[in-house]
């Protein structure tokens, strides 16, 4: 007990420091852009975020070679295998080889990820790779802001839900939601937030925590890497208020613990469905993306047979990928 509560402790304060720090970077890179008045996308029209004609190509995925490539043998159709160890924090010999599982045919009928308007970035001098705070960046091309969640000084206090109830200190007022199961020994939790960060910025992240079955409290330790999970995340924003949802980021498919995306913005009183998360998440295997589906549905979520990705609250399952479409349903 006391050690939780000197962790939300240090959490809380670290939650502050983000907020200014995510203020200062905003100064920061608007200080230095010799443009600033140049226009955050090529077009205002409203995005069809479940049009075929923007449907997202995943990126091509390619076998990396580590001092021991033995990858085991995977019974399942439509799916391509590929080893991606994290070079930037582990040496080769200490690299996790881990079956990354794309999404299969049947998958792809069924859900579509939406893309964001081409975004027109401003003339500057800042040097984008080196542009790094407390391990926020920024990516140029997107427009959005991210934590690099490969190696970043969070990882090192977890989560748990008093870190939620000391967020409003912190100028951050969002909506979440938790997913708690068990699976291969271990309990997992899966959480999404989306909502006002600070005075400057508005966003989403989805986090996977893990910890030992039986374990008492709220608290969940940050995934190890043999625990990340393939993901995809769009953030979607009704800045007019009158429903006018579009797409501004999406984070690409990849390896993640934790998923973030964060753009310039205040909302008002923070009216929280004028944000929507839609998010695919590639499960380890087809069991472990129906006990996830299972608690899903306990949260009030809707099975659907094909996802729609204005019809809110809703996920489409396929094997292991499920994608949901997050608006509305809120946790304490």
Known sequence: MKNNKTAIIIASVAVAITAIICALVLIFFKGNAKNPEAPSTTAEE???VFSPATEATLPALTFTETTTPVLPTVPVTDMTLTSQPDTETTSVAEAVTKVIQTTNKAFREVFKMPVAPKYVPPDT????????VLSYKYDPDGGFFYTDDKKCWQQNFGFNEGYDSMAPLGM????????KFEYDNKEWLIQMWKGQYGYAFVGGEVGVYTRKVGASGTHYNCAKQEDWLNMEMAFVWD???KGNYQTIFVRDYEQYWWCTGFVPGLESGAPRDQFRL?????FESPEMAEIFCAEFENQGFRRVAKLNNNEIDTFVQVGADVAFVWQDIVHN
């Open 278 to 282: 839609i998010t695919h998440i590639t």
């Open 239 to 241: 800045k007019t208020h």
């Open 125 to 132: 001098d800042i040097d984008f790779e080196t542009a790094k």
């Open 46 to 48: 409203t995005v069809d």
């Open 172 to 179: 951050m007022n969002y909506d979440t939601v938790r997913v």
